[in-house]
């Protein structure tokens, strides 16, 4: 898990979605079910309700990555403001709700412009007044996108400065190093000239890792089997939820949490008309989550095209938010890439 922006749309758990989400989940479930071993894209877990849950996740006391991610911006927005400079055109990548987002605005001298990128901006649409308000000639222009696909950002206006990209709430770590990678050279090339602000897990004590994943109050495996409550809803999927456990560990040699609903018995499940078998023990791979260390990212960055600059953690150092310098524009402007 888990951004708090993990490029999440808002769903009304009692309609059924637009018919192009729900022919995209569709295709991935039946992807997922058919394939071995079985993953799927944890951006499907954050229909309305999952949404709600990982809310209530974010506020649990084991469940320290938001809490830290928030102190180490507010501790060190004074820096992060002068290294982003006047007159930003920020681009928010899997933007969800703004709050961190803010704390970088409010940090900022005259931004002229903020452009959240999701998969459903009707919550951004509302928030767009708010923000205009609060930032007297700021611009607001929400885009909808799926930032791990190609996107074509808005043209770079004469008199702003310079194009930067957000990527907070950990999200990075549900992408594998390779997918991670590819991103962010796509990044590099989209803010030439600018730069990247992105938030990292790191590496720390694994007991620490299993106790954020695991919950005492169970909110996270209700997050978890609440895909299969979609899948239902959606897509006319028999699943029994109860009938499969929440299963959360980290794997130290790839340095990542994995996440799993793994089949309490042999069953039969049927999703889009299709049956599909679980033996008993076999599971769903719903989630990887991948911690870094400092030098391990930076290294990532770097084979990326970025020059990686200040790293600010929190007091604990559980979280940190790196500043990754992209190269020059060459040539011709690059805007609206």
């Not at 996740?57 to 820096?79: F, K, N, V």
């Not at 049956?275 to 870094?292: I, N, P, Q, R, V």
């Amino acid at each position: 898990m888990r951004g708090a922006a993990l490029n999440r749309r808002e769903a009304d758990p009692d309609e059924q979605d637009s018919p192009a989400a729900a022919t995209e989940f569709a295709g991935a479930m039946l992807q997922a079910l058919s394939g071995r071993p079985r993953t799927i894209a944890p951006k499907f877990f954050y229909d309305r309700h999952g949404v709600s849950l990982f809310e209530r996740i974010c506020q649990l006391d084991e469940y320290y990555l938001t809490r830290a991610e928030m102190a180490a911006l507010r501790e060190h927005a004074p820096s992060i403001g002068r290294l982003i400079g006047p007159r930003a055109d920020l681009v928010e990548f899997g933007a969800g709700s703004p709050v961190k987002a803010r704390i970088v605005l409010d940090a900022l001298p005259s931004p002229a412009r903020y452009i959240p990128v999701d998969l459903s901006v009707e919550h951004l649409d509302g928030a767009k007044q708010d923000l205009e308000r609060a930032y007297p000639g700021m611009v607001v222009e929400p885009l909808q996108a799926d930032f791990a696909r190609a996107l074509a950002l808005p043209a770079q206006r004469p008199g702003d400065g310079r194009r930067v990209g957000l990527f907070l709430g950990s999200t990075i770590g549900n992408l594998s190093p390779e997918q991670a990678r590819c991103f962010l050279a796509d990044a590099a090339e989209r803010l030439a000239g600018g730069g990247l602000l992105v938030g990292v897990d790191l590496v720390k004590d694994p007991d620490l890792l299993h106790r954020a994943y695991n919950d005492t109050l169970g909110v996270t495996a209700a997050f978890n089997r609440n895909l299969l409550v979609r899948a239902n809803r959606e897509l006319g999927a028999d699943f029994d939820p109860a009938s499969f456990d929440h299963y959360a560990f980290y794997r130290p040699d790839a340095q990542r949490i994995e996440m799993h609903l793994v089949s309490k018995r042999r069953q039969t499940v049927h999703v889009c008309g299709t049956a599909f078998e679980f033996d008993e023990g076999e599971s769903l791979h719903t989630e990887d989550s991948y911690k870094y260390t400092i030098g391990g990212f930076c290294d990532l960055a770097r084979r990326a095209g970025f020059a990686p600059g200040p790293v600010w953690c929190d007091r604990q150092r559980l979280f940190s938010v790196h500043w990754l310098a992209a190269p020059p524009v060459h040539g011709s402007a690059v805007a609206g890439r």
